[in-house]
């Protein structure tokens, strides 16, 4: 299958460290951006942070200095490392696939992973 899987949700108190992956399989993700979203119940989908195929990275003013995008194209996975964890941090995160990264706008993004739930809580 062509698809986008990520993985290392869970849950985590506040001020921990959580790392997501978003690993490509039946494509190889060095042709493309990655970003990361999230969505909490009732709101809507936000961006977070975008790797682009040539490793320029962008932030949500929300996460940034806190969390950091990387890729591993010889794993053909991006990695969302998330430190200083907040409660207003718990969503589904989920990862998408675009050309290039296009800012943080969920509709340039084409291609979606199902999804992993990150909370952070006591």
């Known amino acids: 299958q062509v698809q986008l899987v990520e993985s290392g949700g869970g849950l985590v108190q506040p001020g921990g460290s959580l790392r997501l992956s978003c690993a490509a399989e039946g494509f190889t993700l060095n042709y493309y951006a990655i970003g990361w979203f999230r969505q909490a119940p009732g709101k809507e989908r936000e961006g977070v942070s975008c790797?682009?195929?040539?490793?320029?990275?962008y932030y949500a003013d929300s996460v940034k200095g806190r969390f950091t995008i990387s890729r591993d194209n010889a794993k053909n996975t991006v990695y969302l490392q998330m430190n200083s964890l907040k409660p207003e941090d718990t969503a589904v995160y989920s990862c998408?696939?675009?050309?290039?990264?296009?800012?943080?706008?969920?509709?340039?993004?084409?291609?979606w992973g199902q999804g992993t739930q990150v909370t952070v809580n006591s």
């Open positions: 998408a696939l675009s050309l290039t990264c296009a800012g943080l706008e969920p509709s340039e993004y084409g291609y």
């Open positions: 790797s682009s195929n040539i490793d320029n990275t």
